[in-house]
T-cell receptor, first 114, second 113 residues
Framework: NAGVMQNPRHLVRRRGQEARLRCSPM?????VYWYRQLPEEGLKFMVY????????ESGMPKERFSAEFPKEGPSILRIQQVVRGDSAAYFC????????????FGPGTRLTVL | GESVGLHLPTLSVQEGDNSIINCAYS??????FIWYKQESGKGPQFIID?????DKRQGQRVTVLLNKTVKHLSLQIAATQPGDSAVYFC????????????FGDGTTLTVKP
């Protein structure tokens, strides 16, 4: 039973390029969460999605960031026109249900913006 | 706003000793608490959780204590081993914020042989 999968594990982009981060939840999980982690800090919530729906995007920056979780395929976190401050580890988690349920994390994507 | 904080950013213990990692939270509506372990270069790994209707829960070598009166959470690791060296995060959820977990900044546990 595979866990949460994320790819790529490492992503290097130049300023102004686009970054696409992918997350496949655990089998049977339909709730996906994205978190960002800066060095030496805890994880900061970004967005919570169910299939085809954004449930809570209160942690997403208003510009350049978007997320989706289509009916088929992985969840995608998209960052347009990346800046150096976007460099961080981005973690995806999934859960079976959304309310008060354990979230299982993927290995993360480490984004470096040159 | 909500915040979750750990009392000490680093903790060093001798192999075989017990470790206690503390966490304070501010959201009175929090009703579900989780401890995660994060090793270098990896994602957070679930350790143990506790709901607000309990004050203690035990796992294998780990115990979580919850004091809702003072909004305090602790993780106790018995007979700490070198493999326990990692960053430990507490996180909380509230039914009013379904899905969203708020994480503290982490305590780095170092186990000395």
């Amino acid at each position: 039973n595979a866990g949460v999968m994320q790819n790529p594990r490492h992503l290097v982009r130049r300023r102004g390029q686009e970054a696409r981060l992918r997350c496949s939840p655990m089998k049977g999980h339909s709730h996906v969460y994205w978190y960002r982690q800066l060095p030496e800090e805890g994880l900061k919530f970004m967005v919570y999605l169910q299939k085809e729906n954004i449930i809570d995007e209160s942690g997403m920056p208003k510009e350049r960031f978007s997320a989706e979780f289509p009916k088929e395929g992985p969840s995608i976190l998209r960052i347009q026109q990346v800046v150096r401050g976007d460099s961080a580890a981005y973690f995806c988690a999934s859960s079976l249900t959304g309310v008060a349920d354990t979230q299982y994390f993927g290995p993360g994507t480490r984004l470096t913006v040159l | 706003g909500e915040s979750v904080g750990l009392h000490l950013p680093t903790l060093s213990v001798q192999e075989g000793d017990n470790s206690i990692i503390n966490c304070a939270y501010s959201n009175s509506a929090s009703d579900y608490f989780i401890w995660y372990k994060q090793e270098s270069g990896k994602g957070p790994q679930f350790i143990i959780d506790i709901r607000s209707n309990m004050d203690k829960r035990q796992g294998q070598r780990v115990t979580v204590l919850l004091n809702k009166t003072v909004k305090h959470l602790s993780l106790q690791i018995a007979a700490t081993q070198p493999g326990d060296s990692a960053v430990y995060f507490c996180a909380e959820k509230a039914n009013t914020n379904a899905g969203k977990s708020t994480f503290g900044d982490g305590t780095t546990l170092t186990v000395k042989p």
